[in-house]
């Protein structure tokens, strides 16, 4: 499709184009953190760019790899933001989807060992997949903790309270060739203010592989699993007609390219333009994978096409 508009990967768009984008595109992905919202205030305009693609017929859902909450949660915060038609159905959290993988496609039989925070466990267990219980004396090791002897998979997301003992118990458990190893997101950091990160759900990941000498399959974005989980739940969503929107050149945008879809990047989170263009001017192709199709400085650059679609309709 960014051919169709004559443009090249990593070109700025506004007015008249975006108004064309919009007009092309019937399904609508984005991601959440640096581009809907940062941590509890939205993006300027961003409320109304959604509410308006809703009320203008557009397929809205949103892909994020934050598996913190549970989706009920995050139902909550649209609607405390300003986001009031925001339905359940529309959001996709690598938290929500790795319980589907769970219960649909591996269909696990036993318990699986969460290396995570509640609202992960939530997902779970609303999905009716047990997870192991930690009830350790807390002067219990490795040498002499309880082991429990049905874990089938180890599951690794963001866990604010990961302990030794717990990355070790997951090393124990994935000694077992047929016990899974999952993980929810490999995201590595996430950006704080006053110029801190967050180590992310990657880095844990990574300790893991590295302790237990395996890889992870990783459910969230750049996953084309994801996608799998819309395109189950949405009937006919056809790729071509799809444009995924999102703030991370290594996890949106790969996973836009991985799924088939047109991709933005808006830059009011993590990546800038002078890395996408970078990516574009590599001689590794598989940097192009990484290269959004079209770049906004915030999906706010959305609303002067609406207020011409309304001036038309009226």
């Not at 009716?128 to 930690?134: L, M, Q, T």
């Not at 060739?177 to 997101?185: E, G, I, N, Q």
């Not at 000498?213 to 799998?228: D, L, N, Y």
Request: hydrophobic letters at 40%.
């Amino acid at each position: 499709m960014a051919g169709a508009f004559g443009f090249k990967g990593c070109q700025k768009i506004r007015g008249p184009q975006i108004r064309n984008l919009l007009e092309a595109k019937d399904f609508f992905l984005f991601d959440c953190d640096g581009v809907i919202w940062h941590g509890e205030k939205a993006i300027t305009g961003a409320a109304k760019v959604v509410n308006s693609l809703i009320r203008h017929g557009k397929n809205v859902v949103f892909v994020t790899n934050n598996c913190t909450r549970p989706r009920e949660n995050y139902v909550h915060k649209f609607y405390r933001l300003g986001f009031t038609d925001v339905m359940l159905e529309q959001i996709f959290s690598s938290s929500y989807c790795s319980a589907l993988y769970l219960r649909d496609v591996v269909k696990i039989c036993g318990q699986v060992f969460v290396i995570g925070c509640d609202g992960l466990r939530r997902e779970l267990q609303e999905a009716g997949i047990p997870c192991v219980e930690e009830a350790d004396d807390p002067d219990a090791t490795i040498y002499n903790c309880a082991l429990a002897p049905d874990v089938k998979a180890v599951l690794v997301g963001h866990d604010d309270k990961l302990t030794f003992l717990k990355l070790a118990k997951a090393s124990c458990y994935l000694r077992d060739p047929d016990c899974l190893f999952l993980a929810t997101d490999n995201d590595p950091w996430h950006p704080l203010s006053g110029g801190r990160i967050l180590p992310g759900s990657g880095s844990l990941t990574a300790a893991l592989e590295v302790a237990s000498g395996r890889k992870a399959t990783v459910i969230g974005k750049p996953s084309r699993f994801m996608f799998e989980c819309i395109s189950s739940q949405f009937r006919g969503v056809d790729p071509a007609q799809c444009l995924m929107v999102g703030d991370r050149l290594e996890t949106d945008m790969l996973f836009g390219s991985n799924c088939g879809l047109d991709t933005m990047l808006t830059l009011t989170g993590v990546s800038q333009i002078e890395e996408a263009q970078e990516y574009r001017n590599s001689e590794l192709t598989t940097n192009h994978n990484l290269v959004p199709d079209y770049v906004v400085d915030t999906i706010a650059d959305f609303l002067p096409a609406f207020e011409d679609l309304d001036e038309e309709g009226n």
